[in-house]
Protein backbone atom coordinates (compact mmCIF):
# COMPACT_ATOMS: atom_id res chain seq x y z
CA UNK A 1 0.00 0.00 0.00
CA UNK A 2 3.02 2.41 0.73
CA UNK A 3 4.52 1.61 -2.41
CA UNK A 4 1.20 2.24 -4.56
CA UNK A 5 1.36 5.80 -3.02
CA UNK A 6 5.21 6.32 -3.30
CA UNK A 7 6.07 6.51 0.07
CA UNK A 8 9.35 6.91 0.97
CA UNK A 9 9.46 7.10 4.79
CA UNK A 10 7.30 5.91 7.73
CA UNK A 11 6.96 7.29 11.03
CA UNK A 12 5.82 5.65 13.46
CA UNK A 13 3.82 8.14 15.98
CA UNK A 14 2.64 4.88 18.51
CA UNK A 15 3.68 5.98 21.92
CA UNK A 16 4.44 2.05 22.54
CA UNK A 17 5.65 0.70 19.40
CA UNK A 18 4.85 -3.10 19.70
CA UNK A 19 1.59 -5.58 19.27
CA UNK A 20 1.02 -8.79 20.23
CA UNK A 21 -2.21 -8.97 17.78
CA UNK A 22 -0.44 -7.76 14.80
CA UNK A 23 3.25 -9.01 15.41
CA UNK A 24 4.07 -7.71 11.74
CA UNK A 25 3.62 -4.13 13.32
CA UNK A 26 6.36 -5.09 15.70
CA UNK A 27 8.73 -1.87 15.23
CA UNK A 28 11.76 -4.23 14.73
CA UNK A 29 9.77 -6.76 12.42
CA UNK A 30 7.90 -3.60 10.60
CA UNK A 31 11.33 -1.59 10.38
CA UNK A 32 13.16 -4.91 8.81
CA UNK A 33 10.10 -5.20 6.28
CA UNK A 34 10.12 -1.59 5.40
CA UNK A 35 14.13 -1.76 4.53
CA UNK A 36 13.21 -5.04 2.55
CA UNK A 37 11.12 -2.61 0.50
CA UNK A 38 13.19 0.42 0.35
CA UNK A 39 11.34 2.66 2.30
CA UNK A 40 12.32 4.30 5.99
CA UNK A 41 11.46 3.67 8.99
CA UNK A 42 11.82 6.34 11.74
CA UNK A 43 9.83 6.38 15.53
CA UNK A 44 9.18 9.53 16.47
CA UNK A 45 6.11 8.34 19.28
CA UNK A 46 8.57 9.64 22.03
CA UNK A 47 7.31 12.93 20.42
CA UNK A 48 4.54 12.68 18.91
CA UNK A 49 2.82 9.28 20.59
CA UNK A 50 -0.64 9.57 21.58
CA UNK A 51 -1.65 8.90 25.58
CA UNK A 52 -0.88 11.76 27.15
CA UNK A 53 -1.74 13.57 30.57
CA UNK A 54 -4.41 16.10 30.28
CA UNK A 55 -5.32 14.87 26.31
CA UNK A 56 -3.48 14.96 23.28
CA UNK A 57 -4.99 18.38 22.25
CA UNK A 58 -3.50 20.06 25.38
CA UNK A 59 -0.02 18.45 24.43
CA UNK A 60 0.29 19.76 20.87
CA UNK A 61 0.73 22.88 22.62
CA UNK A 62 3.96 21.63 24.36
CA UNK A 63 7.63 22.24 23.36
CA UNK A 64 8.33 18.68 23.15
CA UNK A 65 5.04 17.90 20.29
CA UNK A 66 6.15 21.24 18.58
CA UNK A 67 10.05 19.63 18.52
CA UNK A 68 8.45 15.58 16.88
CA UNK A 69 6.52 18.11 14.62
CA UNK A 70 9.37 19.72 13.42
CA UNK A 71 11.42 16.24 13.20
CA UNK A 72 8.33 14.95 11.30
CA UNK A 73 7.89 17.76 8.61
CA UNK A 74 12.55 17.69 8.22
CA UNK A 75 11.83 14.10 6.86
CA UNK A 76 8.41 15.20 4.55
CA UNK A 77 10.54 18.28 3.30
CA UNK A 78 13.15 15.32 1.74
CA UNK A 79 10.79 12.27 0.54
CA UNK A 80 7.30 11.20 0.19
CA UNK A 81 6.28 10.73 3.91
CA UNK A 82 3.44 9.11 6.00
CA UNK A 83 2.79 8.61 9.43
CA UNK A 84 1.49 5.93 11.11
CA UNK A 85 -0.25 4.55 14.61
CA UNK A 86 -1.79 1.17 15.69
CA UNK A 87 -5.66 2.79 15.15
CA UNK A 88 -6.73 2.18 11.43
CA UNK A 89 -9.29 5.55 11.51
CA UNK A 90 -7.53 8.65 12.12
CA UNK A 91 -10.21 10.62 13.04
CA UNK A 92 -10.25 8.38 15.98
CA UNK A 93 -6.87 8.89 17.20
CA UNK A 94 -4.07 11.43 18.07
CA UNK A 95 -3.32 11.55 14.18
CA UNK A 96 -6.13 13.88 13.67
CA UNK A 97 -4.61 16.67 16.06
CA UNK A 98 -0.67 15.63 14.07
CA UNK A 99 -2.78 16.62 10.87
CA UNK A 100 -4.40 19.16 11.73
CA UNK A 101 -1.17 20.63 12.80
CA UNK A 102 0.55 19.97 9.84
CA UNK A 103 -2.47 21.78 7.91
CA UNK A 104 -2.21 25.13 9.79
CA UNK A 105 1.50 24.85 8.64
CA UNK A 106 0.87 24.59 4.99
CA UNK A 107 1.43 20.79 4.41
CA UNK A 108 -1.09 18.57 2.29
CA UNK A 109 -1.95 15.78 4.12
CA UNK A 110 -3.84 12.63 2.93
CA UNK A 111 -5.15 9.29 4.74
CA UNK A 112 -4.45 6.31 2.72
CA UNK A 113 -7.83 4.44 4.25
CA UNK A 114 -7.87 2.04 1.51
CA UNK A 115 -5.33 0.85 -1.50
CA UNK A 116 -6.95 2.86 -3.85
CA UNK A 117 -8.33 5.91 -1.80
CA UNK A 118 -6.77 8.92 -0.32
CA UNK A 119 -8.38 11.08 1.56
CA UNK A 120 -7.45 14.99 1.88
CA UNK A 121 -7.21 16.18 5.69
CA UNK A 122 -8.71 19.92 5.87
CA UNK A 123 -8.25 20.58 9.09
CA UNK A 124 -10.43 18.40 11.30
CA UNK A 125 -12.63 17.27 8.42
CA UNK A 126 -11.15 14.87 5.16
CA UNK A 127 -12.45 15.00 1.79
CA UNK A 128 -12.16 11.72 -0.16
CA UNK A 129 -9.39 11.72 -3.61
CA UNK A 130 -9.62 9.05 -5.80
CA UNK A 131 -5.57 9.39 -7.40
Known amino acids: MLQKHDIKMLVDVRRFPTSRKHPQFQKEVLEKS??????????????????????????????????GLQQLEA???????????????F??????????????????VYHIMEKAKLYQHKGGRHEQDNR
Do not use: P, S
Not at 35 to 58: F, S
Not at 75 to 89: H, P, R
Not at 91 to 108: P, Q, T, Y
Open 34 to 67: LRRANIGYQWLGDLLGGYRTGGYEAYTRTETFQQ
Open 75 to 89: LAQQQNTAFMCAELL
Open 91 to 108: FRCHRRFIADKLVERGWR
